[in-house]
């Protein structure tokens, strides 16, 4: 199980966001944007809005990045 925070994943809180695999990590990331927006938090929704705006390439940049980030994080029980 890997560990990274929202703010590690791009995005502007400290959560720790959780998961065995990079889609499971990705996800949960994905949601946890989605909540925080959806509980009126603009710093949230801006990186919604950034992430609805991704070209193909915007978004094959983050996958790189994150996959190289997602290896790195530490190991956690």
Request: charged share 30%; net charge negative; hydrophobic share 40%.
């Amino acid at each position: 199980m890997k560990m990274m925070t929202c703010q590690a994943m791009g995005g502007p809180c400290a959560t720790e966001i959780h998961g065995a695999a990079e889609k499971e990590m990705m996800d949960k990331g994905t949601a946890h944007v989605k909540e925080m927006t959806s509980r009126g938090d603009l710093a949230h929704q801006k990186v919604l809005d950034e992430m609805n705006k991704m070209t193909p390439e915007d978004s094959k940049a983050w996958q790189d990045k994150f996959s190289a980030d997602f290896v790195a994080a530490p190991d956690v029980a």
